[in-house]
């Protein structure tokens, strides 16, 4: 094999990886990012604990799973009320989302709900009810960080990497053109004289 077969094989095995690198890369991310979500029954009433000051989602997760139990749930959140305190037991102002903001990672599925601000660390409390002569059942609230922002760092980071390999291998491959045989030949031959 030849150093330009070589560095073709080269340029095609940096790009394969580069690929694989970012995918990798980017399900670790997401998974990192559901990691960081505490996850309380619903309805009723749950502590949480807040290891940061900031602002906070409350994600609707209607398929989940929390305990080693299953819940699915068709819930409907206009038919509930819902509330958090602080740990020195004020209630906090919610306020709904301001962009779509769902997901769907294996066993769990959710959508943003509502955000609401954090001013200390401390022990939390999520309160919620269905309204009168209604019952949807169980389900979970996730509470984390809005982690639109972390999504879109993520995908950008694995575009990076996935345009970064490409670079590099479109850059062996013009290698593996140049110094191919046949093309080094042409660079060798004089230009005819008119």
Do not use: Q
């Amino acid at each position: 094999m030849g150093r330009s077969c070589f560095l073709g094989l080269l340029a095609l095995a940096v790009f394969a990886c580069g690929i694989g690198l970012s995918i990798w890369w980017l399900m670790n991310r997401m998974t990192e990012m559901d990691d960081g979500m505490t996850r309380v029954p619903a309805p009723g009433d749950a502590a949480f604990t807040l290891d940061k000051p900031g602002v906070y989602t409350i994600f609707f997760e209607y398929k989940g799973v929390l305990d080693g139990r299953v819940f699915t749930s068709s819930a409907n959140l206009a038919d509930m009320s819902v509330g958090v305190s602080s740990p020195s037991g004020e209630p906090l102002p919610l306020e709904p989302v301001n962009m779509s903001a769902s997901y769907d990672l294996g066993s769990r599925s959710g959508i943003g709900v509502y955000t609401f601000k954090a001013e200390v660390p401390g022990e939390y409390t999520i309160s919620s009810a269905y309204d009168e002569g209604i019952d949807y059942g169980s389900f979970i609230f996730a509470i984390g960080t809005d982690f639109t922002g972390s999504i879109i760092g993520s995908v950008f980071g694995m575009m990076g990497l996935i345009f970064g390999t490409f670079i590099l291998a479109a850059a062996l491959l013009v290698l593996a053109i140049l110094v191919h045989p046949k093309v080094k030949a042409a660079f060798r031959r004089p230009s005819p004289m008119i």
